[in-house]
């Protein structure tokens, strides 16, 4: 159990175009989700927070228009990079928890490697 | 100071051999650890997560966790060649987003 989904794997766009990437929770429910971003050679920088059914906490300096996440049930939430510039190149990973407020685990999907030109 | 600190390596050890992996972390809150492994190119992979004080051992794996001394652990008995990935250490400070240290490479020499 514990399967996390991304789609697409990799995209490669055109600078000025927007792109969605969904992550799903196959297996389980997931109240919140994660969005991380990781550059090439660097960790994982958190993104945001995503909380079903509610707008979603954005770590500093993260552009909130930019980044536009929805979090519409249980098992999907969506990363919309509106109007992409080639500095958005990155590897976009997802994570969903298994529970809510308590010590959990996160469980990562497989990443979405998105390439701007 | 960086909130999760680990050594960026490689570190190389032969195969059969015990790798030790490292990580500090400046939360004095922080609540839960976590090791995963991430091959080149793909998302992590869970290995170890740890609560408490004390070790925990899972298979050739055992995570070391000192709250006192704000450190935490991975140890690889039997290193094998497919062991060699980047280790992040990542920390929950309380509010469920992880923040991760920036990676140990291993190396494990056939």
């Known amino acids: 159990g514990a399967v996390v989904s991304q789609h697409p794997s990799w995209v490669i766009c055109k600078s000025g175009t927007s792109v969605k990437i969904e992550c799903r929770s196959l297996d389980f429910q997931a109240t919140t989700m994660f969005w991380y971003r990781q550059f090439p050679k660097q960790s994982l920088m958190l993104m945001a927070t995503?909380?079903?059914?509610?707008?979603?906490?954005?770590e500093q300096g993260v552009e909130k228009d930019k980044f536009l996440i929805n979090h519409a049930s249980l098992t999907l939430s969506t990363l919309t990079v509106t109007s992409a510039h080639p500095e958005d190149s990155s590897f976009y990973i997802c994570?969903?928890?298994?529970?809510?407020?308590?010590?959990?685990?996160?469980?990562f999907g497989p990443g979405t490697r998105l390439t701007v030109l | 100071q960086k909130e999760v600190e680990q050594n960026s390596g490689p570190l190389s050890v032969p195969e059969g051999a015990i790798a030790s992996l490292n990580c500090t972390y400046s939360d004095r809150g922080s609540q839960s650890f976590f090791w995963y492994r991430q091959y080149s190119g793909k998302s992590p992979e869970l290995i170890m997560s740890?609560?408490?004080?004390g070790d925990k051992e899972d298979g050739r794996f055992t995570a070391q966790l000192n709250k006192a001394s704000q450190y935490v652990s991975l140890l690889i008995r039997d290193s094998q060649p497919s062991d060699s990935a980047t280790y992040l250490c990542?920390?929950?400070?309380?509010?469920?987003?992880?923040?991760f240290g920036s990676g140990t490479r291993l190396q494990v020499q056939p």
């Open positions: 740890i609560y408490s004080n």
């Open positions: 995503s909380n079903e059914g509610s707008k979603a906490t954005y």
């Open positions: 994570s969903a928890g298994r529970l809510a407020g308590a010590p959990d685990t996160q469980y």
């Open positions: 990542a920390v929950d400070t309380g509010r469920r987003a992880l923040t």
